[in-house]
């Protein structure tokens, strides 16, 4: 037996004495990728078991608000009166994805997303035919469709028409990883997918260059699982491992809210490695920082500590966050006038606090330690143009330029490390073909081996860009991908 089995070492065949279990193809993980790749790979005819650490399947999918990214015209978007197209959404998912987009997978992900949206529903996920018009998180009420992400604000609604493409599994508020799960559970226990739980894989087992097998710890004792087709790694992100953090992405260790379930530790990414896969994007994460809802605070200006804008506020929430991370020595206030105290009652989402109050904005201005008279020359700009419907500074969107010449003013504090929330999630992962195939650091194919989800580097490539729904819109599509893939395998 051998017991030394850890994520950071690959254990050879020949020294396996005992295998517990055999099956065709094995997937590590059963969040949205893992329980995705079961389910196609069931379907291909392969026998299939999944292992999960937890007792319960899910995973952060299930935690998720569940938005999956998806356009072109899907049923949803016709029937609340959107049409879309799908290279409208290949542009968009390409400046999303930014300068280290993969195309290849952005390419084949628009052009599958309608077949995509028809398997989700295939699988009981229900999308409630509504849409919802304002800025948010996520649909407060049970309505499908929202606007997720950069689509209407500058530069990204310049590049592409802009569409609602964010679809929620129907449920009230901010759960859809419930139903989305909860479907995708159910089908592959019909398919007879093996689900064990309370089995953490350790580290892969090898022949050669080729992957056979997983070490698994059981009861506390390790086993060995053998595949005779292929291992999918769906094990998730790393943000709850502080040191791959640290190491890796360092802009994300400056956040305050690891956003993810306590096993996004990165073993899937650290067992890959151990096999030889090579890693990329692992730099890159997302960055939250919610100052909506409501929807009124896009109404607001946000300046740094010279009193100056430096971004149009009405960007999608990881935008903002990135650009604040990227410099969390500064200080951060979102303004706002009288007329926005009526939304108080609901205070931003990200739990700022009031930094200063004033009955008028050089009053604002003393109580923030602003330079005097930055505060009224950007706020004076700011409303000249408001009031002809531009914002030729920052280029805020016509729709949320209401002048701020209501006194009295208050500001919420947005500065690192004053209480506001900083969530974040990585994107980085094992470097994958678009089949899921994961490529070995001189970029051949490692055989047997395929990974998906935020084990991957899929769709999401950086935070400036990042939309709502990519992220498991990538790990149901891709995970289906890798686990056809391992099921087909013949070589
Ligand atoms: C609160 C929250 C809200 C979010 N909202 C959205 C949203 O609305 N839209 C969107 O696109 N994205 C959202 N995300 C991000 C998204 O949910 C994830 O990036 C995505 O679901 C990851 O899917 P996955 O299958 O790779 O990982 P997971 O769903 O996390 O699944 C990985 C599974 O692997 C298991 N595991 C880990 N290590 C091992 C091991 N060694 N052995 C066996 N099993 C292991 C874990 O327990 C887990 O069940 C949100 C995330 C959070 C936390």
């Known amino acids: 037996m051998n017991d030394i ?3 950071d070492a690959s254990i050879d065949f020949s020294t396996v004495d005992e295998w517990h279990t055999e099956t065709d193809v094995l997937i590590i993980g059963g969040g949205g990728a893992g329980l995705s790749a079961a389910i196609e790979a069931a ?9 999960e650490a937890a007792s319960e399947t899910g995973g952060s999918t299930a935690m998720a608000g569940g938005l999956i990214y998806m356009g072109g015209g899907t049923p949803t978007q016709l029937a609340c009166g959107f049409e879309d197209d799908i290279e409208e959404m290949y542009a968009y998912l390409m400046q999303a994805a930014g300068p280290d987009a993969d195309a290849d997978k952005v390419r084949l992900y628009c052009d599958r997303t309608l077949e995509h949206y028809d398997w989700l529903t295939r699988q009981g996920v229900v999308f409630k035919p509504e849409y919802y018009p304002y800025k948010h998180t996520n649909t407060p009420n049970e309505a499908a469709l929202m606007i997720t992400g950069n689509e209407e604000a500058w530069p990204y609604s310049t590049h592409a028409r802009p569409a609602p493409r964010g679809h929620k599994p129907q449920i009230k508020g901010d759960h859809g990883g419930i139903p989305l799960m909860a479907n995708l559970l159910c089908s592959a226990r019909e398919k ?3 689900i064990v ?3 953490r894989a350790l580290s892969l087992v090898k022949r050669g260059e080729e992957i056979v097998g997983a070490a698994v710890r059981i009861d506390m004792q390790v086993r ?3 595949a005779q087709r292929g291992v999918v790694l769906a094990a998730g992100g790393f943000i709850m491992n502080r040191d791959m953090v640290e190491t890796y992405a360092p802009r994300l260790a400056r956040g305050n809210y690891p956003n993810g379930n306590p096993n996004d530790t990165g073993d899937g990414i650290r067992i890959g490695m151990a096999a030889g896969g090579a890693v990329t994007n692992m730099h890159e994460g997302f960055i939250c920082t919610p100052f909506y809802p409501p ?3 896009l109404e607001s200006i946000i300046v740094d500590e010279t009193g100056k804008r430096f971004i149009n506020e009405d960007v999608y929430h990881g935008r903002l966050g990135s650009a604040i991370l990227d410099r969390p020595d500064g200080r951060y ?3 706002i006038d009288s007329r926005h105290f009526k939304v108080l009652e609901r205070p931003p989402m990200g739990g700022y606090p009031v930094a200063g109050t004033g009955e008028n904005i050089d009053e604002l201005e003393s109580e923030l330690a602003l330079p005097r008279g930055a505060l009224s020359t950007t706020l004076d700009t700011y409303n000249r143009h408001a009031r002809a419907g531009e914002d030729p500074q920052c280029h805020k969107h016509a729709k949320y ?5 209501q006194p009295p003013y208050a500001a919420f504090d947005l500065t690192v490390g004053n209480g506001g929330i900083f969530a974040t999630m990585t994107f980085g992962g094992l470097n994958t073909l678009p089949t899921g195939e994961v490529l070995s650091t001189d970029n051949t194919i490692l055989p047997g081996l395929y990974a998906a989800g935020r084990n991957s580097a899929g769709l999401p490539r950086c935070a400036e860009g990042y939309s709502s729904g990519m992220s498991i819109g990538d790990a149901t599509f891709f995970g289906r991908l890798a686990g056809l893939s391992a099921a087909m395998r013949t070589w």
């Open 5 to 7: 089995a850890n994520p």
């Open 43 to 51: 379907d291909a005819g392969a026998r299939v078991i999944v292992l």
């Open 192 to 194: 007879g997918v093996q």
């Open 197 to 199: 739980c309370e089995a």
């Open 224 to 226: 060995y699982f053998r």
């Open 295 to 297: 929807h009124q605070f």
């Open 333 to 335: 206030y979102l303004i």
């Open 401 to 405: 330029l209401t002048p701020l010449d």
